[in-house]
């Protein structure tokens, strides 16, 4: 009897043990994954594109409706391409200029950004990839939303379709100001300088201010202009009813992959749901073209990699700017240069410069070679330079470019040299110091160490926390409470302002009671004169 029983209970604990693993492991491989990518940038397809074929590797199909797209996509990643967008960003009535971007005050770049959501969305409904992806079945069963959201909702109405599946945003742009209006948190405007501003943490009362009024000229804005009009062109697109507010639908989000992380970036508290994952993009580096490394090696004192990113083009610097570039290269002949450069070049080219359309920079940055990096301090760029120790020569244009260079000068790893003012002397000098003062390499390395120094890469951690979403679906423990708060009762104010209210009736009590004995023993002080 005993041994049945206990052979029972043995039996019973194996088929406990095998469901538990069978419902873990239903999703640990072959989860349908949909991933709305809408934002027309390279750098961001950079980034996302990591996440992406990683997650394929495990054995999810990933079906990604994106404005860039693979020629030779990894198995498991389907592409549908939003092909209107990029058209829409630089051609027309809707066209950015970053130039002019970069000239513009902080005010009116705030407004060319959110244009640049407008833009975006108008171009993702003109689409052909947009009518194919609402072509699908609506019954076609998509396990998790993968969801780049920093440029808005536009691609939200796609997610209601397929009945709001459990939703995981993810933004190759730092840890943006909205974050808060999505997931919840707290942001603290006290120390966290607002994105195009290039203060340190440490800000005096005036920075405070004009910080604080730009977070909240930016929340407005947000809220009161572009998420409406994106929200109006979006459902006129659509002609249905049954959409729900798209600004609303972004708050279905479980958690947030971000890209940030303390090595680089301001500290600042993170809910629960915010997963840092800075340099997620960054992985193993793969062995250079041929020609690529012997030029590399080739600089007698080193080789330096000059890059303006994927959005600011170095062909749209002028005539001027860029053969002042390249006299200054000239100028300092044991080093070589290497250069991404979106066209051909019509000038004499020195001997010591390479010219190349693209350049696998996370590879080159690897290269124990590479002594400088020439770069236009994105955050991407900034990330890559520090996980391989490559010191900096900022020369910011637009957005998070200044912040981010402001602060690697102080950390002691990079130098700037200003676009609007540069000659071919300041180049050559600004280069030579950073290339010949070991401090801008030493800083580097101490930077390297922290941000290298993590139980798990920053991909790993990515790839893990959308498995535990694909595992608990419908966990609520891990959302910050502060949404269904709200900001008054969850920045206390409400109980901040009953305490001053409290203080001032006191003081008023107290100076009603102060009068009222004053004139009281005034009044006595007189009637005793009266009575002698
Ligand atoms: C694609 O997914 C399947 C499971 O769905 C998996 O077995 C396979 O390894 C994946 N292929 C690649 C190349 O990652
Ligand atoms: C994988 O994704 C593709 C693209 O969305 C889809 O056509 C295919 O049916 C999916 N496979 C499975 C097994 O769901």
């Known amino acids: 009897m005993g041994s049945v029983r206990s052979s029972n209970k043995v039996v019973l604990l194996a088929v406990v043990v095998l469901l538990a693993i069978a419902s873990v492991e239903k999703f640990a491989h072959g989860a349908n994954i949909l991933c709305l990518m809408a934002v027309p940038s390279p750098s961001h397809h950079i ?92 019954d076609f069963k998509f396990d998790l939303v993968l969801y780049d959201f920093s440029c808005g909702p536009c691609l939200l109405a796609v997610y209601h379709k397929f009945g709001q599946p459990p939703m995981i945003g993810v933004t190759g742009f730092n840890t943006p100001p909205y ?35 730009l977070h909240w000229a930016d929340y407005f804005y947000r809220n009161y202009v572009f998420l409406p009009e994106t929200d109006r062109i979006v459902r006129e697109h659509e002609k249905t009813k049954d959409l729900p507010y798209l600004a609303d639908l972004d708050q279905k989000m479980m958690l947030m992959l971000v890209n940030s992380h303390h090595s680089v970036d301001f500290p600042e508290p993170t809910p629960q749901n915010m997963i840092q994952v800075g340099g997620l993009q960054i992985i193993p580096p793969k062995p250079l073209a041929a020609d690529l490394d012997r ?49 051909d070049l019509p000038y004499d080219i020195p001997p010591n410069v390479m010219i190349k359309k693209f350049l696998p920079q996370n590879d080159i940055l690897a290269h124990p070679h590479i002594k400088a990096f020439m770069t236009h301090g994105g955050l991407l760029s900034t990330h890559e330079a520090t996980w391989h120790g490559v010191p900096m020569i900022g020369i910011p244009v637009i957005a998070d470019q200044y912040r981010n260079v402001a602060k690697s000068i102080r950390a002691g790893v990079s130098e700037k040299i200003s676009l609007w003012d540069m000659t071919t002397e300041k180049i050559r000098n600004t280069v030579l110091k950073v290339l010949e003062t070991p401090r801008y390499r030493e800083a580097m390395s101490v930077r390297s160490g922290l941000f290298r120094d993590q139980p798990e890469t920053p991909l790993e951690r990515g790839v893990w926390w959308v498995e535990w979403a694909l595992r608990h679906p419908n966990a609520k423990t891990i959302q910050s409470p502060t949404l269904d708060l709200g900001p008054w009762k969850s920045e206390l104010y409400d109980v901040k302002l009953c305490l001053v209210v409290a203080v001032l009736f006191v003081l008023y009590l107290l100076r009603k009671v102060s009068k009222a004995l004053f004139s009281k023993s005034a009044q006595s002080g007189k009637s005793k004169k009266k009575v002698h």
């Open 47 to 138: 980034w996302n594109r990591v996440l992406v074929d990683a997650l394929a590797a495990q054995g999810h199909n990933m079906t990604v409706v994106s404005p860039d797209i693979e020629l030779k996509p990894k198995p498991n990643v389907t592409y549908i391409h939003l092909e209107k967008t990029y058209d829409t960003i630089h051609e027309g009535a809707t066209a950015i200029d970053f130039y002019e971007m970069g000239q513009s005050s902080i005010l009116e770049s705030m407004k060319i950004f959110y244009s640049y959501g407008t833009s975006m969305c108008i171009g993702i409904l003109a689409s052909k990839g947009y009518q194919t992806i609402k072509n699908y079945p609506s």
């Open 179 to 213: 974050t808060t209006d999505l997931i919840g948190g707290h942001k603290y405007y006290a120390y966290v300088p607002y994105y195009t501003l290039d203060y340190d943490t440490n800000m005096n009362f005036f920075q405070r201010f004009y910080n604080a009024f």
């Open 295 to 343: 030029f590399i090696r080739a600089g007698k004192k080193g080789s330096v990699l000059f890059s303006l990113g994927t959005n600011v083009l170095s062909k749209d610097l002028g005539p001027n700017r860029i053969k002042a570039f390249l006299k200054a290269f000239a100028q300092m002949p044991a080093y070589n240069f290497l250069w991404k450069f979106e066209s």
